[in-house]
């Protein structure tokens, strides 16, 4: 997994590669759906595809039960040598973010 020009959120990874999700909470209840190519997506790992094709995996994370201060920490993981780290922090109402990613495999 590489970030291109640092930016976590553009990935280029090898072929089949597997990539990690990990989240965090912190002063918000956990609500988290993933979609991974506009599917749902149950499980916090995935292949990043075949050579040449492109990804898309999508995060909302909601925020409740705070005083405006939520925040997830998105990280995802590869063979390296980068990791994607993204820290999202709680927005006014209605309260939901989504953090789109690219997976591109070289």
């Known amino acids: 997994m590489q970030l291109n020009g640092g930016d976590p959120t553009d990935i280029t990874c090898n072929a089949n590669e597997a990539i990690n999700i990990s989240i965090t909470e912190?002063?918000?209840a956990r609500i988290i759906e993933k979609t991974l190519d506009g599917l749902p997506?149950?499980?916090d790992s995935f292949a990043a595809g075949g050579p040449g094709s492109t990804r898309s995996l999508i995060i909302a994370l909601g925020f409740s039960g705070?005083?405006?201060n939520?925040?997830?920490?998105v990280t995802l993981t590869g063979s390296?040598?980068?990791v994607s780290f993204l820290p999202v922090t709680e927005p006014p109402a209605p309260k939901v973010r989504n953090?789109?990613?690219?997976?591109?495999?070289?």
């Open 66 to 68: 705070n005083q405006g």
């Open 99 to 106: 953090v789109s990613y690219t997976i591109s495999v070289a």
């Open 80 to 82: 390296g040598p980068d």
């Open 70 to 73: 939520g925040q997830y920490d």
């Open 41 to 43: 997506l149950s499980s």
């Open 26 to 28: 912190q002063n918000t």
